[in-house]
């Protein structure tokens, strides 16, 4: 049997844990520079904002209706979901995080019965130790997990758990339009509507050898899966080493090569410490640059470089080079930049990674350099200690005009109560 657990509003709920008083209003969160809405409380569906809507398009609305307004602080909601990860991996014989607000975990063989209460108290457990409201599908395979996972978060009378089982399967794919299944992409939804397959029992109901000559092994996959027949591994649809990125849209255009070399030195250093995190190392960077799509009149630019390095790395100061060479490799002069990016690719275990002779950058020195950076930064925050490359004070910096603060991750952030 399979779990799948979900954080209810996940950002909102974040920002709700430390302010209270914001539970049972209006609530949304806004992306990097305070562009599009990503979060929503159900107060705020209730009043028809659409997620990924321009903020700018229901500014007023949202001051009319006295919606709370945060800008997306991930460093918070980062270190939320750890804490909510580690006390579900507690209760699930193996767990996967499949995004930064749900997982799947492998239950152990028990009773469905007995399967919902320790659910329920793993539910109440992530509730009391984090305050965060997370809901939870039980099923015999994962994409039953989801689909009553689903239906936990729309029918309060679940109270946050729900048992998918073969004697209440076909009621609830009956309620279920096809493209709300995992997998389903719009494309596909409206080739299957075309051929009379308009909910998810109708796709339970086709044949998987039939689908599978019409479309593909992944498809019969996914109809014996919603036929209860477990088909994914609980690892499956996880990449294992996947790239690792960082981007971000600049607050304001940037013209000068220097600022964007400080913003791509800057995007480096902390897909690095995602890297090491993972123990991985990466063998090739790739650095892009952009104009404002949204912004025709402006004469339009992007661009990408991929840098192969000799030997896999997971040296920041190296990679930063690396980085810079690409990023000058692309960059035009006369163009306004709005966005800028780096991924690291081609990664590999660090733990299984063999030195090589003619290496000088990957010696023992640099890795307790990169180690005592991180333990540094991780213990004092970020940009305690980096590369002059980053800049000191740079203007170019994403607009977070409504950020919360850093409440588990930042002493000065720490909140505090009164006598």
């Known amino acids: 049997m399979f779990a799948l657990a979900d954080g209810n509003n996940f950002f909102v709920s974040c920002e709700r844990v430390f302010q209270p008083k914001y539970n049972g209003k209006p609530t949304l969160v806004l992306s990097n520079n305070d562009g599009c809405v990503i979060a929503r409380s159900a107060e705020v569906k209730a009043l028809g904002i659409p997620m990924g809507v321009p903020y700018f398009k229901v500014k007023d609305l949202c001051a009319k209706a006295g919606v709370k307004v945060f800008s997306s602080n991930f460093r918070l909601y980062g270190d939320m979901s750890g804490r909510m990860m580690s006390i579900l991996a507690e209760g699930a014989k193996a767990l996967h995080p499949y995004s930064i607000d749900e997982a799947f975990l492998e239950l152990g063989e028990a009773s469905l019965a007995a399967l919902e209460v320790q659910m329920r108290e793993l539910r109440q457990r992530v509730k009391q130790y984090t305050g965060l409201p997370v809901s939870i599908g039980i099923a015999p395979s994962k994409t039953l997990a989801k689909a009553a996972n689903q239906y936990a978060k729309k029918h309060p009378e679940a109270e946050g758990v729900y048992v998918l089982h073969p004697g209440n399967r076909e009621t609830i794919l009956a309620e279920m339009a096809v493209g709300d299944l995992w997998g389903i992409g719009h494309n596909l939804e409206r080739t299957l509507e075309g051929m009379g397959i308009k909910t998810a029992l109708d796709l339970a109901r086709s044949d998987p050898s039939l689908m599978r000559r019409k479309f593909n092994v992944h498809m019969e996959r996914l109809v014996l899966e919603i036929q209860g027949t ?22 304001r255009p940037v013209i000068e090569l220097l600022e964007l070399e400080e913003a791509v030195a800057t995007y480096t250093s902390r897909a690095c410490v995602k890297m090491r995190e993972r123990n991985l190392r990466c063998h090739a960077v790739l650095v892009y640059i952009k104009t404002n799509p949204h912004k025709p009149q402006l004469p339009q630019y992007a661009k990408s470089h991929v840098v192969t390095l000799p030997h896999a790395t997971c040296d920041t100061n190296l990679l930063i080079q690396h980085a810079l060479k690409a990023l000058r490799m692309i960059y035009k002069e006369g163009f306004a930049y709005k966005k800028a990016g780096v991924w690291l690719n081609e990664l590999s275990e660090d733990s299984g990674y063999q030195s090589e002779l003619f290496s000088p950058e990957d010696t023992l020195s640099t890795q307790k350099l990169m180690a005592s950076l991180d333990v540094l930064n991780k213990r004092f925050g970020q940009r305690t200690i980096q590369t002059a490359t980053c800049g000191i004070q740079p203007k170019w910096t994403m607009r977070s005009e409504q950020r919360s603060p850093d409440y588990t991750t930042k002493w000065a952030d720490i909140l505090l109560t009164k006598p």
């Open 230 to 251: 477990s088909c994914f591994s609980l690892e499956e649809g996880l990449a294992k080493y996947p790239t690792i990125q960082a981007t971000r849209s600049f607050g």
